[in-house]
């Protein structure tokens, strides 16, 4: 009797799994792919690289292999010494002419101090003239008034008393009337009323002088001279001076015009302003 094969159990299909939610994907960006080029030496032709020798294509400004400058710039000359003194330097090196840039800078520095000292008298003169300009004035009396001639009735201190209608008689030019101050001051202007008044019939009446030499003595004893030249007319002329520490002022009478036989130079007022 044959023994029977005994007959496989049906085999069931596994349940199928649940449906999961999917995640979006992230994306990936290819890689790059890296592509050996052989480079055939053989075939380059051009001016080799000064620095490794290898040739390059024409065109090139950088070597293929070692990125050498294939035309390297050429050091700039040394700039001239003159350049390299302020305010002409322009990029100044080491080496370029620092004795010589010292000793002109030496030299500039010397020649300023004495253009300086030089001009100082001159550039305080021009400070007080400004402030001569800008500044007011006020009118200063002497303290005494003395003259070289005169006439009876007319003194030379008519000539500060204030009033146009009375003179101050010479009897020829060369006369000189001195005013002295007690207090040096700075003379910024002089006012001259010449003739006998400022009317015209009385001014004609006597003779008057065109000219003036004027000195100005300061506290220290140092005279200034100038020559004033008067217009023939009535009224008073102004003449800017600008002398500092006046101690004495003298006018002595120039160039008469009219002086005839019983007439005589007048003057009427002289005024005096310093700085206020």
């Not at 002109?104 to 020649?111: N, S």
């Not at 021009?126 to 303290?143: H, M, N, S, W, Y």
């Not at 009323?193 to 015209?200: A, L, Q, V």
């Amino acid at each position: 009797m044959t023994p029977s094969t005994p007959t496989p159990a049906p085999v069931s299909d596994p349940a199928p799994a649940p449906v999961q939610p999917v995640l979006p994907a992230k994306p990936v960006a290819p890689r790059p792919v890296v592509r050996p080029v052989a480079a055939a030496d053989d075939d380059v032709t051009g001016p080799p690289c000064p620095s490794c020798g290898v040739p390059n294509p024409p065109g090139r400004r950088f070597c293929r292999r070692c990125a050498a400058p294939l035309d390297p710039v050429a050091p700039p000359e040394a700039l001239p010494w003159w350049r390299t003194v302020w305010p002409f330097r322009r990029g100044v090196r080491s080496g370029s002419g620092r004795a010589v840039r010292l000793l002109v800078i030496l030299g500039v520095v010397l020649a300023l101090c004495v253009g300086g000292f030089l001009l100082l008298p001159a550039g305080r003169a021009l400070f007080e003239d400004t402030r001569d300009k800008l500044g007011d004035a006020r009118q200063v009396t002497p303290a005494r008034t003395t003259a070289s001639a005169g006439s009876p009735g007319h003194p030379a201190t008519n000539t500060t008393d204030g009033v146009s209608n009375s003179y101050w008689a010479a009897p020829a030019a060369g006369a000189t009337v001195t005013y002295t101050f007690d207090t040096p001051f700075r003379l910024v202007d002089v006012i001259i009323t010449n003739g006998s008044s400022t009317d015209p019939q009385e001014y004609a009446g006597q003779a008057r002088a065109l000219r003036m030499d004027l000195v100005v003595t300061t506290g220290d004893g140092e005279e200034h001279r100038s020559e004033l030249t008067l217009a023939d007319k009535p009224g008073p002329q102004t003449f800017p001076t600008g002398l500092s520490d006046v101690h004495t002022i003298s006018l002595t009478l120039r160039s008469p015009a009219g002086l005839t036989a019983g007439r005589r130079l007048a003057l009427a007022e002289v005024e005096f302003f310093q700085r206020a």
